[in-house]
């Protein structure tokens, strides 16, 4: 009998010649990790294939996976020559993505660059069907991905080639090249554009690049954020003073070019005070509403008398603690 002639119809489940089945080419994880691979070939050894892959049949007489590649290639591995499979319907490129994004959302997630491959991929197909750009929210309800992440793995999709291969490699994370681009190359090119004219976008963010792969202290993601304020307060600096260069320029400037100085020192030398102070008193504003707020509720003495205890005791260490400065 043909593989044409044995093909077990849609909705099927049963055993299905290994031959006769086909890795799917679009399959968003690109990497197998052969310590999880190893685990699955130990226990399908013992245990057999317990949950069926899934297939659906093609003009042909073949079978191309939808669910499933890692029991495949284990059960291949171990050299067995049938599998249990649950046959679907044929589907089309859109409807194959939907379905893998569904089912990795539930179970292991795709890694960075792999998912924002398949969903540049989903993009593309739903461009093709319609004369209209697919939007966030509709990614969001195909896919089940949050807005933001949809739009950072759009993102990752206009890096260059050699920062891409640093993601998939994870050499360098994603969320740290969506942190750079956020908080340094973004706010500089709107606030201090002549810093980007003169250095160049690319050799900016390169500069970064380097000090990440370089280890130098200060270039981990929370880091990158400390740029943003040093660039808002060079900007204010600027607007003040009528003038078009800030002094906060020139630490921004050695930032990209002195490979050696770090985030860091540019933080503590420049705004430090100045930002963790206005974070200081925005908490003080808050802690005060706060003690309003429960006097309000307190509904006898002993209770007052707590809070007001709590709020006197502040109040003395605080004026201790002045009194040594």
């Known amino acids: 009998m043909s593989a044409t002639q044995s093909k077990a119809p849609a909705g099927d489940l049963r055993s299905l010649p290994m031959d006769q089945i086909d890795p799917n080419p679009g399959n968003p994880r690109l990497i ?17 294939v317990l ?65 924002a491959k398949a969903l540049g991929r989903l993009i593309e197909e739903i461009g093709n069907a319609s004369t209209d750009a697919a939007t966030d929210k509709q990614l969001r309800s195909l896919t089940g991905l949050s807005v933001e992440r949809i739009k950072q793995l759009k993102f990752a999709l206009t890096l260059p080639e050699k920062w891409q291969d640093y993601v998939a ?68 600096d600027a607007d003040a003073t009528g003038e078009e260069k800030s002094h906060l320029d020139d630490i921004i400037r050695s930032l990209v070019i002195d490979e050696n100085f770090t985030i860091e020192e540019a933080y503590e030398d420049t705004v430090q005070i100045t930002v963790e102070t206005d974070k200081l008193g925005r908490r003080a504003e808050t802690m005060v509403a706060n003690f309003q707020r429960l006097l309000g509720k307190a509904s006898n003495e002993d209770e007052l008398e707590y809070i007001k205890g709590i709020g006197q005791d502040l109040i003395s260490k605080l004026s201790d603690l002045f009194e040594h400065y």
């Open 32 to 48: 197998f990790p052969q310590e999880e691979l190893d685990k699955l070939i130990e226990s399908i050894s013992h245990e057999g």
């Open 51 to 115: 949950v069926p892959i899934v297939v659906f049949p093609n003009k042909d007489g073949r079978y191309t996976l939808v669910d499933g590649e890692r029991r495949f290639r284990s059960a291949r591995d171990l050299g067995l020559t049938d599998i249990p499979a649950l046959i679907t319907g044929e589907r089309t490129e859109r409807d194959l993505l939907v379905q893998m994004f569904n089912i990795h959302l539930i179970r292991e997630p795709w890694r960075d660059l792999p998912t």
């Open 169 to 236: 490699a994870g050499t360098i994370p994603l969320n740290w090249f969506w942190e750079l681009d956020k908080n340094v190359i973004r706010p500089l090119s709107t606030e201090r554009p002549s810093i980007v004219g003169d250095l160049g976008e690319q050799n900016i963010a390169e500069a970064f690049i380097k000090k990440r792969l370089d280890g130098i202290s200060g270039t981990d993601t929370v880091s990158l954020r400390k740029v943003r304020p040093i660039i808002k307060f060079a900007k204010a």
